[in-house]
Antibody
Framework: EVQVLESGGGLVQPGGSLRLSCAASGFTFNTYDMSWVRQAPGKGLEWVSAIGNSNTATTYADSVKGRFTISRDNSKNSLYLQMNSLRADDTAMYYC????????????WGQGTLVTVSS | DIVLTQSPAILSLSPGETATLSCRASQSVSSSSAWYQQKPGQPPRLLIYDASNRASGVPARFSGSGSGTDFTLTITSLEPEDFAVYYCQQRSSWPLTFGGGTKVEIK
């Protein structure tokens, strides 16, 4: 069974940092592209960042470029999101999502991890 | 960035009725669109990809159509479990973008 499980969320002060993790199982992780998508409370979905299956290609939404870094460790079946210089408008549920083969839409999602940026 | 505009924002229907949801793109995305369903407290679920292909395990009452800039998700004979929020997404160009969502609520 395909599973992705996020962790690492929590309460952080503005300007602070947080590292999210996503543990994948039930599929050959190193053959799938992965992404992070977030959802502010009561709002819609916002794509955040994506990474290719071999860790060589990454891309970011303008809203997080220069502050967030996506990475993966295929030996650990894990995806990460390093978030620096956090702002109040980064407050959201962060979802780890698996991209469909050769296509950037998402067939499996985790339950999400909540990040709250507040003083 | 490609902007996706979903309408209506809220659709009030009764079980057994047909729901027709619209997604309009600010520029052509060919057939590179998808639809998701999200229920409260749950992550999104992929329903339709490439505009008209049902994802694995999705009931046949869900169908997608369209290409270019106009897309439609149709849910025939609404079941109680279909009342949820629906999002469209484009993967034609970066950044990936989602529509603002349509809430299908019980009338």
């Amino acid at each position: 069974e395909v599973q992705v499980l996020e962790s690492g969320g929590g309460l952080v002060q503005p300007g602070g940092s947080l590292r999210l993790s996503c543990a994948a199982s039930g599929f050959t992780f190193n053959t799938y592209d992965m992404s992070w998508v977030r959802q502010a409370p009561g709002k819609g979905l916002e794509w955040v960042s994506a990474i290719g299956n071999s860790n060589t290609a990454t891309t970011y939404a303008d809203s997080v470029k220069g502050r967030f870094t996506i990475s993966r460790d295929n030996s650990k079946n894990s995806l990460y999101l390093q978030m620096n210089s956090l702002r109040a408008d980064d407050t959201a549920m962060y979802y780890c999502a698996r991209a469909r083969v050769t296509a950037w839409d998402f067939d499996y999602w985790g339950q999400g991890t909540l990040v709250t940026v507040s003083s | 960035d490609i902007v996706l505009t979903q309408s209506p924002a809220i659709l009030s229907l009764s079980p057994g009725e047909t729901a027709t949801l619209s997604c309009r793109a600010s520029q052509s995305v060919s057939s590179s669109s998808a639809w998701y369903q999200q229920k409260p407290g749950q992550p999104p679920r992929l329903l339709i990809y490439d505009a008209s292909n049902r994802a694995s395990g999705v009931p046949a009452r869900f169908s997608g159509s369209g290409s270019g800039t106009d897309f439609t998700l149709t849910i025939t004979s609404l079941e109680p479990e279909d009342f949820a929020v629906y999002y469209c997404q484009q993967r034609s160009s970066w950044p990936l973008t989602f529509g603002g969502g349509t809430k299908v609520e019980i009338k």
